[in-house]
Nanobody, 127 residues
Framework: QVQLVESGGGLVQAGDSLRLSCAAS????????VGWFRQAPGKEREFVSA????????YSTDSAKGRFTISRDNAKNTVYLQMSSLKPEDTAVYYC????????????????????WGQGTQVTVSS
């Protein structure tokens, strides 16, 4: 079992930056695929970015590329999502998710394939 805990959310203004953290316990993430999703009020949960822990290969949506960066810290068993140039439309609850399989390009965008989820952290961007 893997337990995930997100932190780092908050209320910021448009153009500001935030760094979200996803700390894992229970097992090392060295063989896991880790993703960030978000869910805005009244909308479905959507994929943001993901990383293959072993290789460091990353995947991101077009809207996240250039603004959001996903990274990992092996020693801390933690994944980060550095977000910059935030926009009001980035307002959502951000969730960290992990799975023991290398989901790859066909599956990483699909939330149902992730076995473990954190409780989420709220990000609110004011205009």
């Amino acid at each position: 079992q893997v337990q995930l805990v997100e932190s780092g959310g908050g209320l910021v203004q448009a153009g500001d930056s935030l760094r979200l953290s996803c700390a894992a316990s229970g097992r090392t993430l060295s063989r896991y695929f880790v993703g960030w999703f978000r869910q805005a009020p009244g909308k479905e949960r959507e994929f943001v970015s993901a990383i293959t822990w072993s290789s460091g290969r990353t995947y991101s949506t077009d809207s996240a590329k250039g603004r959001f960066t996903i990274s990992r810290d092996n020693a801390k068993n933690t994944v980060y999502l550095q977000m910059s140039s935030l926009k009001p439309e980035d307002t959502a609850v951000y969730y960290c998710a992990a799975d023991g399989r290398d989901l790859g390009p066909a599956l990483y965008r699909i939330s149902a394939y992730y076995a473990y989820w954190g409780q989420g952290t709220q990000v609110t961007v004011s205009s």
